[in-house]
């Protein structure tokens, strides 16, 4: 594997349903970030992790949770999420804090 | 709030042309300028940046140019191919050590035309 790879590439739950999105990075790199991509609007940051420490929660509901085990893995846990919140669920690594992200190719969430 | 936008939604141009995609940005403070681009299926890819002292900076194929007296950021993608049809984006970092903070703006998706 190259690069930075998400799974499920695709991925439908109920409102009630509890999921998770995987994301892993082979660049080496100590900093990771959760972006969400909804139809029509910019794409939004939710998370940063550096060096596994949490280092932004971009106002988001307590309904997302990230984890980050270790600097080349990233979680995004789900629970009872309402259908806006369907959407491409995008993951990016960068060595330290750095605009020079690299994108993985995303998780499409549906919420039903 | 601050945002960054995206003045034409969708571009067309035939093979071989040079095409520009447009951004107006409003936060005069940011450090960085970025154009992403992003296919179908995929996430967005890293074209080029710029630093907000600069005016221009080219790349391969591709020269970003920046005005920051109307806040204005462009692309320039020299004689375009099918390859180059996607979704641009361009986004604008924060200040000082929030640089990774990106705020994008909403795309243009760029088609070519055989």
Redesign the interface.
Known sequence: ETG?TQTPRHLVMGMTNKKSLKCEQHLGHN?M?WYKQSA??????MF?YSLEERV?NNSVPSRFSPECPNSSHLFLHLHTLQPEDSALY?C?S?QG??????????TRLTVL | GESVGLHLPTLSVQEGDNSIINCAYSNSASDYFIWYKQESGKGPQFIIDIRSNMDKRQGQRVTVLLNKTVKHLSLQIAATQPGDSAVYFCAETGSGGSNYKLTFGKGTLLTVNP
């Open positions: 930075v900093a970030y029509k609007k910019p794409l939004e940051l940063v932004e995008l990016a960068s804090l750095a605009v020079s992200q690299f994108f993985g190719p995303g």
